[in-house]
């Protein structure tokens, strides 16, 4: 049995992406007040992994609808610019089987061969934490970051994005769910351990508070 996951966070402020700096000029404190005065705009992201169960074989490449799965990104990107730092591709899945861990994948609606891939790589351990600018900066034209992450029999998929495009992945994915493809969504917030992370290994059948299966007959 294969189990696949995705994890959400809504609704983060796109300013904790922002500089901490103590030392504000004038013009950087007089925008903060602007800032405060205006809407807060916020961003979600989403981890996509998979495990195979009897194996106890980590990673979504592990998965055997992997391709299935890239098939379902594919159109739910479908008429994107996608690009990695070597080139851009026609399809998602293309890209990310020529792109390596810690790699960016730019997803835009627009065309922009001049973006800096580079500035948003990170290493083997994927942390993409200490990226708060170059992410705010990406985030706020409107463009998505894909990474492939490393997972212990592979890699698993964590992508950010300004725009709240969870309702395409659920409808999208939902559709392979079957007896041997099972489907839960989790909220991130409420699984914050290693143990809620991997909770189809001891409690598959009585998941965790903030991991709801999907069902073909769900609905958000």
Known sequence: MDIFKIFFNHDQRLDKLAKRNANKTQEEIE?????????????????LTGTRL????????????????LEKLDNTFSKMH??????????????????????????SKDE????????LQVGSESNVGHLKDELREIL????????????????????????????QLFYSLQELVDESFRFFSINSKRMGSEKHFYFETWTLDKPPHGAEEVYPETVL
């Open 140 to 167: 706020l034209d409107g463009r998505k970051v894909l990474y492939k992450e490393q997972a212990h029999h592979g890699y698993d998929l964590h992508l950010f994005s300004k725009e709240n495009i969870y309702p």
């Open 31 to 47: 925008a903060t007040l602007q800032d405060f005065m205006t809407p807060t705009p916020t961003f979600s992201k989403f981890y």
């Open 82 to 107: 996608i690009s990695n730092a070597d080139t851009t591709y026609q399809q998602l899945s293309d890209t990310i089987a020529n792109t390596a861990i810690g790699q960016a994948i730019i997803i």
């Open 54 to 69: 009897k194996e106890e074989k980590f990673g979504i490449n592990q998965l055997k609808k992997h391709d299935l799965i």
């Open 112 to 119: 922009d061969p001049n973006f800096n891939h580079k500035q």
